[in-house]
């Protein structure tokens, strides 16, 4: 674990002392993540290609023998408690949705999970689309994991934090934020295919490219438990269907092209961007994994935002502002990433020209007169670990 890593457990081991009155068993933590590309495309059981970013939540556990479960956080929420007979689907709003709904989904599985005290203690925005509800579930997936003796597997745990998500806090997401923030490690990107569910590392160093990944959170908070996103999901759903198809993933574009006549309008622009997306994400895995340089990235990314913009729907001015600024100031690359209605375009600049970028996105917010976007760096960090005693395996000391 890093310096920073060891002192920020050190910070929730004091939290939870004060909180609790004794120690906590165990500090585990997970990281947000930044999607590079392969937007929309996890629920349609295509390709995705996210890194996990410097920024984590951590939890801070200790079991408790009376069936309760307590949890409190660092952060702005209100402390929360329940006894754990009672977990159930709509019993609690908030971020304590996410502690519990991952307690909950081990229960379903059969397992018996003691009560606990919770302190959790979160550097990942909340609201920015950077994960910040996966990366407290794939934390507090890991503590229960092993305070219950379960000894899932991580590809198991990506589905339970995913059910926590759909069923406990009502967000009809797919597998991509989990399986950023359990299954990467620090310098890689995630090649992941969600239908197989199949995944791959993938090199991913800015720093020696003199490139820096910047994140222009737009303030603009977004949420997957409204119905925008389960109303994209539906439009895929049904263009599958007239398509005759079980998923989007299975029919390419020159397919698509021919059965345009199939599909409303809507529908077909719709599934155009899943399918092109698709074939973006194998094109950008393709272009590292021989050794093309990251700076090359930029028309892929410019294609993938506009095919969000026009034919997906789910950008906003605000995200099409941070993206046009960041190019004309001269990133390399740009586009929105996550969900969107929101959220944090990802920008790919050389290191030299990071400040200009970050003013010329600043500036030209003002001058829009929108509220002013946080502008920050982020490096593909390690996946979600134990924080006492278990370094990422590939790149120790990274996170
Ligand atoms: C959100 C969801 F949680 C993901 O599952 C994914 O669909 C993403 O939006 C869009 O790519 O982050």
């Known amino acids: 674990m890093s310096a920073s890593g060891v002192e920020a457990a050190a910070a929730v081991t004091e939290l939870f002392t004060a909180a609790y009155g004794r120690p906590p068993s165990g500090i585990w933590s997970a990281p947000g993540r930044v999607n590079l590309i392969g937007e929309h495309t996890d629920y349609n059981l295509g390709f995705v290609f996210p890194l996990a970013i410097n920024r984590r939540a951590r939890v801070a556990v200790s079991p408790r023998g009376d069936g309760l479960l307590r949890m409190a956080t660092s952060g702005t929420g209100e402390p929360a408690e329940i006894r754990t007979v009672d977990l159930a689907p709509g019993r609690l709003e908030g971020w304590s949705r996410y502690v519990a709904g991952v307690h909950w989904a081990f229960g379903l599985r059969g397992i018996e999970v003691p009560g606990m005290d919770v302190l959790l203690d979160s550097d990942v925005p909340v609201g920015a689309g950077l994960s910040s509800s996966a990366a407290i579930e794939c934390a507090v997936a890991l503590a229960v994991n092993e305070l219950s003796g379960a000894q899932l597997p991580p590809e198991e745990l990506v589905l339970l934090c995913q059910q926590a998500e759909n069923d406990f806090a009502g967000a009809p997401t797919g597998i991509l934020d989990q399986s950023a923030s359990l299954l990467c490690a620090a310098g890689h990107g995630l090649f992941l295919d969600c239908r197989s569910r199949e995944s791959r590392l993938v090199p991913l160093d800015f720093a020696a490219e003199d490139m820096v990944a910047l994140v222009i959170d737009t303030k603009v908070s977004h949420a997957h438990d409204s119905g925008?996103?389960?109303?994209?999901?539906?439009?895929?759903?049904?263009?599958?269907?007239?398509?005759?198809?079980?998923?989007?993933?299975?029919?390419?574009?020159?397919?698509?092209?021919?059965?345009?006549?199939?599909?409303?309008?809507?529908?077909?622009?719709?599934?155009?961007?899943?399918?092109?997306?698709?074939?973006?994400?194998?094109?950008?895995?393709?272009?590292?994994?021989?050794?093309k340089p990251i700076a090359k990235l930029g028309p892929v990314l410019a294609s993938s935002h506009e095919s969000l913009r026009d034919d997906f729907e789910v950008s906003c001015p605000e995200l099409d502002l941070a993206v046009e600024a960041a190019m004309a100031a001269g990133a390399a690359g740009a586009r929105m990433t996550g969900g969107g209605f929101g959220g944090s375009a990802l920008a790919l600049v050389r290191a030299a020209h990071a400040e200009r970028v970050e003013r010329a996105v600043i500036r030209a917010f003002a001058n829009a007169g929108f509220a002013p976007p946080e502008v920050f760096a982020v490096a593909p960090g390690a996946g979600a670990h134990r924080d006492s005693g278990n370094p990422d395996p590939l790149q120790p000391g990274r996170s």
Do not use: K
């Not at 049904?238 to 529908?267: C, K, N, T």
């Open 228 to 291: 925008g996103y389960a109303d994209r999901r539906r439009d895929c759903e049904r263009a599958a269907e007239a398509l005759g198809v079980g998923s989007l993933r299975e029919i390419g574009l020159p397919e698509l092209v021919l059965a345009a006549g199939q599909l409303d309008h809507q529908a077909y622009r719709r599934a155009r961007h899943v399918v092109s997306e698709n074939a973006r994400v194998e094109s950008v895995v393709g272009h590292l994994e021989t050794g």
